[in-house]
């Protein structure tokens, strides 16, 4: 009976330290502090990434190009833990912010989702095994057809 017991108590125990182990923390994003950029076909897209401050990283992703006339863009994101998960929020100018909660984390890897949302339904941030390479990645549906953007983003200096 001892022994019962005692086996109940360690499976207890290894059930909760499992459970702590995948509790988020805003410590797993920090790969994405710094800026980074990409430019293709005329067209930079950089993301600059603070934090964690008071437990949220802030971000910016600025869209500019050297064509003439051309219009700039600028969202602004969030990451921070909501419930126990981590949950990425996107502003863009003229629309209502938009929630993303962690799907799955892995070791410099991370995936948000919101299958409610039109488009994207996820959002991933992977970072490069050399550090000084980050590739994002929205993805979802339209119409029923899989769609996805990606960029692969070079570690620029501030």
Do not use: C
Not at 25 to 37: H, K
Not at 45 to 66: D, R
Not at 102 to 111: E, F, L, R, W
Request: glycine share 8%.
């Amino acid at each position: 009976m001892l022994r019962i017991l005692i086996a109940a108590m360690l499976l207890t125990s290894m059930a909760a330290a499992d459970e702590l182990d995948h509790k988020a923390s805003i410590q797993q994003m920090t790969f994405l502090a710094g800026a980074w950029a990409e430019t293709k076909d005329g067209v930079t897209v950089e993301e600059h990434w603070v934090g964690p401050v008071g437990g949220i990283m802030a971000g910016l992703m600025i869209t500019h190009s050297s064509k003439v006339g051309a219009k700039t863009s600028v969202e602004t994101m969030t990451i921070e833990i909501v419930d126990e998960k981590l949950v990425f929020m996107a502003r863009l100018a003229g629309q209502p912010p938009v929630s993303f909660t962690q799907k799955k984390a892995d070791n410099g890897i991370i995936t948000f989702e919101n299958l409610e949302h039109d488009f994207p339904q996820r959002v991933t941030y992977e970072i490069a095994g050399d550090m000084a390479h980050l590739i994002a990645r929205i993805d979802g549906t339209v119409d029923g057809k899989p769609q996805s953007v990606s960029w692969t983003y070079k570690k620029i200096a501030q």
